[in-house]
């Protein structure tokens, strides 16, 4: 079966699904012959563009004239031909491109025509156009993008990938003109917000993974977290798709003294072998595989804090699977307009949906129950109240139950906990439960206040739920809330710090000047101070891992994120080449 049979497959099989996303439907269809990021990114865009493609159909009187095409087929067909680099993706001599083949002149025609109908002036413009039509709400947010600083610098890339961006001194300048624009985040350091039609994924430092779709709010856990040199070790507690993981890797990697050579490691945790691979190719990509460690499969719950691996661990990271309600961008499905069939006894109005055409066919005679999708993609249909509060009950139980065994590794000193959630049974209520537990007194557990946040953070105007923190206003003030739709142009989002004081057992305090509680003393530049006398040590071997450039599809597969708009979107990279397996080989386990 070819790729444009199995799409229409998929598509057509939606109508028959009462809820859940494309993605998910997609991506989890063991029987698909074709990818599955081909057959993803065949049906997003086609979905995306079929207003104009159902207006051409109908027009050139493509399915008067070719009775064996169905109208899904002909919008694939016709996306593939009018729209791909790579026409469509059949023999010449195959029945259905022919099928399309003998009216190129007449479609071309029409494309053209619907093109300047609409008043743009290239390609191009008209692609802005749609991407912003089909993003809709999500049209108002920017494309977050972190610069890799294991590969490259926001100096490097902006005068390289982003050369051509006006850069603006808000977000909502990035959002609300058109053209190509771009802001340098205020809070997060190496954060760019780009106009949400700029179709990144197709640059060269998109695809080598010097730029890194992440969210905004997404960056909050590994910035806060604030990994120094003397911290020790960190442990990312459920690390896939890997964007945290990557982005701890990137500040381990900032802190190393100037001519010092790297001790710390990041311990990435990851208990679904499927996913675990997906971070494998992300960590790769990133070029972090010479500061992470990990096992496929390993679960963070079943691991023991005082095992000898981990004694030096002093930062954990937990971002658990939650109900993924403040995600931007998290709908149902996306619209498909269908083009009219000459001859049809009933006709749909133009601008139809497949939810439209199912209550009119009488396949589904009421609206589909709403359904809740997690952040690893889990569906649960929630008719009411009470299956929501079960639902919640059961993910806050989980989450609750993964930081108290962070509370137990016996160095930690830091601990980040954050959901993309907008709920308070998620957040804030687990926050007062940890720190009622008996192992946060016996351990000196206490919340990150926010005059002891780093920078960007501390300035961060949105704060927790004094309501939610049972009446806390010292607790709500230490937590860190973001919103949807609140004009700040990220997800919504929860994240909150704890931390102790250990004294490291010192035999040899070394080097550099600490303070009274252990901490290296650092300059104005973040760079620790050496005692009088003590001269930094040359580490002649301190390269990175050696990066090689490599295409989108020979590592990741099409976008998006941010996901991209979420943010971070382990579909990216579900489906890599045998090149990224055999870069330098797979870890064999913390071990290694």
């Known amino acids: ?17 009462a809820g859940g996303n494309l993605k998910t439907l997609i991506f989890r269809n063991k029987h698909l012959k074709s990818p599955q990021q081909q057959v993803y990114a065949l049906a997003l865009e086609t979905c995306k563009w079929s207003p104009i493609l159902k207006e051409v159909i109908e027009n050139s009187d493509l399915l008067r004239l070719e009775r064996k095409l169905s109208p899904l087929l002909a919008l694939l067909l016709v996306h593939d031909f009018l729209l791909s680099k790579r026409g469509i993706a059949l023999p010449a001599t195959h029945g259905l491109r022919a099928s399309i083949d003998r009216h190129k002149a007449r479609l071309n025609a029409e494309f053209t025509r619907a093109r300047l ?102 960056c ?119 083009p009219d069939v000459p001859g049809a006894s009933q006709k749909l109005p133009a601008d139809s949906s497949r939810k439209r055409k199912r209550e009119d066919s009488g396949v589904v005679k009421e609206t589909s129950q ?87 953070l501390c300035e961060w105007p949105v704060r927790g739920s004094v309501e939610a923190s049972n009446g806390n206003s010292e ?10 739709g609140d004009g700040r142009d990220v997800m919504g989002f929860f994240v909150a710090g704890f931390t102790r004081d250990v004294r490291p057992d010192f035999e040899d305090d070394g080097p550099y000047i600490r303070d009274d509680e252990g901490r290296i003393i650092r300059d104005n530049f973040g760079m620790p101070t050496l005692k009088p006398g003590h001269k930094p040590s040359i580490d002649t071997n301190l390269g990175t891992q050696p990066t090689q450039d490599r295409s989108l599809e020979d590592i990741i597969g099409v976008d998006e994120e941010d996901k991209d708009v979420s943010s971070e979107d382990e579909s990216d990279l579900s489906s890599s080449s045998n090149q990224s397996d055999t870069d330098g080989g797979e870890w064999n386990g913390f071990a290694d």
């Open 117 to 218: 109908g609409r008043k743009a002036g290239s390609v191009e413009v008209l692609r802005q156009q749609v991407t912003a039509d089909f993003l809709g709400d999500a049209a108002s947010y920017p494309r977050w993008a972190r610069v890799n600083t294991l590969k490259t610098t926001v100096e490097d890339q902006l005068t390289t990938t982003f050369a051509g961006f006006t850069r603006v001194l808000s977000v909502k300048e990035v959002t609300t003109a058109p053209g190509r624009f771009l802001y340098v985040d205020d809070h997060i350091p190496n954060l760019l917000a780009l106009s949400p039609s700029f179709e990144i994924t197709k640059t060269e430092a998109y695809t080598s993974g010097a730029v890194i779709l992440q969210d905004k709010a997404s």
């Open 1 to 17: 079966m070819s790729l444009y049979h199995e799409t229409a497959d998929v598509l057509s099989a939606t109508s028959c699904n």
């Open 370 to 456: 709403p359904v809740l999708v997690d952040d690893d993609g889990k569906e649960t249909i929630v008719s009411s109240e009470k299956e929501l509060k079960a639902r919640l009950e059961a993910l806050s139980s989980f989450q609750l139950t993964l930081l108290l065994h962070a509370f137990k590794f016996p160095a930690a000193r830091k601990i980040t906990y954050s959901t993309c959630s907008i709920h308070a049974d998620e957040n804030e209520q687990v926050v007062l439960k940890a720190l009622q537990s008996d192992i946060a007194k016996e351990r000196g557990w206490r919340i990150l206040q926010r005059d002891q946040q780093v920078r960007g």
């Open 220 to 338: 909050f856990p590994a910035y806060l977290l604030d990994p120094r040199s003397e911290d020790g070790d960190v442990i990312d507690s459920c690390s896939a798709p890997g964007n945290k993981t990557t982005h701890l890797a990137a500040i381990v990697h900032s802190r190393v003294p100037e001519n010092e050579e790297r001790t710390q490691i990041v311990y990435a945790f990851e208990k679904d072998t499927k996913r675990s691979r997906t971070l494998e190719k992300m960590v790769k990509l990133a070029g972090a595989k010479e500061i992470t460690r990990m096992n496929f499969g390993q679960d963070f719950l079943k691991v023991d804090p005082n095992s000898e691996l981990f004694k030096n661990v002093g930062c954990l990271l937990l971002d658990p699977s939650c109900s993924g309600s403040g995600i931007v961008g998290r709908d149902d499905m996306p619209t498909i307009h269908l």
């Open 475 to 484: 607790i709500a003030e230490a937590c860190i809330r973001s919103y949807q």
